[in-house]
């Protein structure tokens, strides 16, 4: 069935440092992927998303992109803030199931001045 | 626009008692999908609603249920409530499944502890 396998965490990083967050992902056919963060004391939202192979979805300095031969969508920033602290989620859904999303156990990041 | 409203916020039962939690999407969101969110599992599928109809389900027991309103408002009800049912339930609106792009909108959850 479909899957998704997320890094583990938590990640604390140094503010500026360099971010990833690993994701694999079990699917058949051709799953959109998502990355979702919640930060604290706020619902879930959506970070970026990419629909096709070899698309990069972009937000917020944040990037990733769909490698369907490593069956990955990895998550990197540049340049961690204060503000990047939350929690990390990776998701898929399956053609015809847009709303039902397979989730990641969720990264814990912690960005220290 | 207001978002997702999720209520109650916080509530306490007792094993064997049923609860109902009711969810509110954004306007003009006919969608809302339920997920729950447990630290051992994570954020597992319950159960998505389009138009008062149910279109797909999550691997839980049938003691979870739920059903929408004709203003697309949906409520969920967990009956004979069980420990391991104690857990932070999400609800979450899009605008139509054929529409949808993937994003879905996601309150701040209802969260329920059984004793």
């Known amino acids: 069935g479909d899957s998704v396998t997320q890094m583990e965490g938590p990640v604390t990083l140094s503010e500026e440092a360099f971010l990833t967050i690993n994701c694999t992902y079990t699917?058949?056919?051709?799953?959109?992927l998502f990355w979702y963060v919640q930060y604290p004391g706020e619902g879930l939202q959506l970070l970026l998303k990419a629909t096709k192979a070899d698309d990069k979805g972009s937000n917020k300095g944040f990037e990733a992109t769909y490698r369907k031969e490593t069956t990955s969508f990895h998550l990197e920033k540049g340049s961690v803030q204060v503000s990047d602290s939350a929690v990390y989620f990776c998701?898929?859904?399956?053609?015809?199931?847009?709303?039902?999303?397979?989730f990641g156990t969720g990264t814990r990041l912690t960005v220290i001045p | 626009k207001a978002g997702v409203t999720q209520t109650p916020r916080y509530l306490i039962k007792t094993r064997g008692q049923q609860v109902t939690l009711s969810c509110s999407p954004i306007?003009?969101?006919?969608?809302v999908s339920w997920y729950q969110q447990t630290p051992g599992q994570g954020l597992q599928f319950l159960f998505e609603y389009f138009s008062e109809t149910q279109r797909n389900k999550g691997n839980f027991p049938g003691r979870f249920s739920g059903r929408q309103f004709s203003n697309s408002r949906s409520e969920m009800n967990v009956s004979t409530l069980e420990l391991g049912d104690s857990a932070l339930y999400l609800c979450a609106s899009s605008l139509s499944p054929d529409r949808n792009t993937g994003e879905l909108f996601f309150g701040e959850g209802s969260r329920l502890t059984v004793l």
């Open positions: 998701a898929l859904s399956r053609i015809g199931g847009a709303n039902n999303l397979f």
């Open positions: 699917a058949t056919g051709y799953p959109s």
């Open positions: 306007s003009g969101h006919r969608s």
